[in-house]
């Protein structure tokens, strides 16, 4: 009884059978597991940490979905992140969401990285053009990171929508 848990964001690690009952239990509504990458090499490199760890993740994530059964609940969304090495394994994440049962995927991108591991306008444009056909986007928040964000939106052709609590600075 009591209040719903809305939300747990993990790096899926700690997921395990009696944490998982715990949020069955408290009527959890989603799990983000933070996966950041599609594939055990890049997972390696970039967490640092053993192939096990990758495989430990994803069985977590499968339980999660066979465990929660007809009720659908908690959700799952798997979150990945995209920068320079990355954008172009999209298509990876997404198979990588469908096979674990994924109700959800985001894409995050990598704020205040070195400028030689931020993606340039050319390559936003290349990403935006092979995954972005169709969709709209909207930026929530216009700091320095929603302003260039918003920037490259606009120069790439997707119609943008920002949210901002300060409208005048919009």
Same mark, same amino acid.
């Given at each position: 009884?009591?209040?719903?848990?809305?939300?747990?964001?993990? &790096?899926?690690?700690?997921? !395990?059978?009696?944490? @998982?009952? #715990?949020? @069955?239990?408290?009527?959890? $509504? +989603?799990? #983000? #597991?933070?996966? &950041?990458?599609?594939?055990?090499?890049?997972? #390696?490199?970039?967490? %640092?940490? $053993?192939?096990?760890?990758?495989?430990?993740?994803?069985?977590?994530? @499968?339980?999660?979905?066979?465990?929660?059964?007809?009720?659908?609940?908690?959700?799952?969304?798997?979150?990945?992140?995209?920068? %320079?090495?990355?954008?172009? !394994?999209?298509?990876?994440?997404?198979?990588?969401?469908?096979?674990?049962?994924?109700?959800?995927?985001?894409? &995050?991108?990598?704020?205040?990285?070195?400028?030689? +591991? +931020?993606?340039?306008?050319?390559?936003?444009?290349?990403?935006?053009?092979?995954?972005?056909?169709?969709?709209?986007?909207?930026?929530?928040?216009?700091?320095?990171? $929603? @302003?260039?964000?918003?920037?490259?939106? %606009?120069?790439?052709?997707?119609?943008?929508?920002?949210?901002?609590?300060?409208?005048?600075?919009?």
């Amino acid at each position: 009884t009591g209040i719903p848990l809305a939300g747990v964001t993990t &790096n899926g690690v700690g997921l !395990t059978g009696p944490v @998982r009952a #715990i949020l @069955r239990e408290a009527r959890c $509504g +989603q799990v #983000i #597991i933070s996966l &950041n990458c599609a594939d055990e090499p890049e997972y #390696i490199e970039m967490m %640092k940490v $053993g192939p096990r760890v990758f495989h430990r993740v994803l069985d977590h994530a @499968r339980a999660l979905v066979e465990e929660r059964g007809r009720k659908r609940s908690p959700k799952l969304i798997l979150q990945f992140l995209v920068y %320079k090495k990355n954008f172009r !394994t999209i298509p990876a994440m997404y198979a990588r969401a469908r096979d674990l049962k994924a109700d959800g995927i985001m894409f &995050n991108g990598l704020a205040y990285l070195p400028p030689e +591991q +931020q993606m340039t306008r050319e390559e936003t444009r290349e990403m935006l053009a092979r995954e972005g056909k169709g969709v709209s986007a909207i930026v929530v928040g216009y700091g320095p990171v $929603g @302003r260039r964000v918003a920037g490259m939106l %606009k120069e790439a052709g997707p119609p943008t929508v920002i949210i901002d609590l300060h409208v005048d600075t919009i």
